[in-house]
T-cell receptor
Framework: AQKVTQAQTEISVVEKEDVTLDCVYE???????LFWYKQPPSGELVFLIR??????QNEISGRYSWNFQKSTSSFNFTITASQVVDSAVYFC???????????FGPGTRLSVLP | EAGVTQSPTHLIKTRGQQATLRCSPI?????VYWYQQALGLGLQFLLW???????NRGNFPPRFSGRQFPNYSSELNVNALELEDSALYLC???????????????FGPGTRLTVL
């Protein structure tokens, strides 16, 4: 069965600090997809990134970077030089095959203080 | 391009009543997903519709049901409302492309259902 664990329930940082959000997943499939979503206070989930199980390259997009390590079943998300606007709940998610089992982690609430 | 839309934004019902929530996917998307986000419980998968058929449902009682219309819009019905049904209900859509086994889901703003 699939499972996504985000051990950090809440994180608080001061603006300009770097912060890493952890995501550990479980799956028996060899083909799967990992996602990160952001849910700002407005409530609407915003897609950040998708990674398939065959692509272990790390990715950087501006201040965001993702570290995918199959050996540890982790897909961690780092925000560099955090800003107040980064305050949100961040969800890691896993899908095996065609989206019929799309599982979200419990989310990590990030508060960036000015 | 218009995003996923949901209506109503807020819905207030009393225990025992029925609620109907609506979702319009992004144009060209054939799959619609429904999620419940209750306070402190994270996102729970409810239902998945694709091409008018229910493809999968989460661990929810039968009083949670829905359908997908020929234009791919969808409706979620919750019968015999209970207090614990109070939550944000999110709808998401994704395209189905031949030969691609998965695409990301695009979420709507949600309907906040309050059961009194």
């Amino acid at each position: 069965a699939q499972k996504v664990t985000q051990a950090q329930t809440e994180i608080s940082v001061v603006e300009k600090e770097d912060v890493t959000l952890d995501c550990v997943y479980e799956t028996r499939d060899t083909t799967y997809y990992l996602f990160w979503y952001k849910q700002p206070p407005s409530g609407e989930l915003v897609f950040l990134i998708r990674r398939n199980s065959f692509d272990e390259q790390n990715e950087i997009s501006g201040r965001y970077s993702w570290n995918f390590q199959k050996s540890t079943s982790s897909f961690n998300f780092t925000i560099t030089a955090s800003q107040v606007v980064d305050s949100a709940v961040y969800f890691c998610a896993l899908s095996e095959d065609y989206g019929q089992n799309f599982v979200f982690g419990p989310g990590t609430r990030l508060s960036v203080l000015p | 391009e218009a995003g996923v839309t949901q209506s109503p934004t807020h819905l207030i019902k009393t225990r025992g009543q029925q609620a109907t929530l609506r979702c319009s996917p992004i144009s060209g998307h054939t799959s619609v997903y429904w999620y419940q986000q209750a306070l402190g419980l994270g996102l729970q998968f409810l239902l998945w519709y694709d091409e008018g058929e229910e493809r999968n449902r989460g661990n929810f009682p039968p009083r949670f049901s829905g359908r997908q219309f020929p234009n791919y819009s969808s409706e979620l019905n919750v019968n015999a409302l209970e207090l614990e049904d109070s939550a944000l209900y999110l709808c998401a859509s994704s395209p189905r492309l031949a030969g691609v086994s998965y695409n990301e889901q695009f979420f709507g703003p949600g309907t906040r259902l309050t059961v009194l």
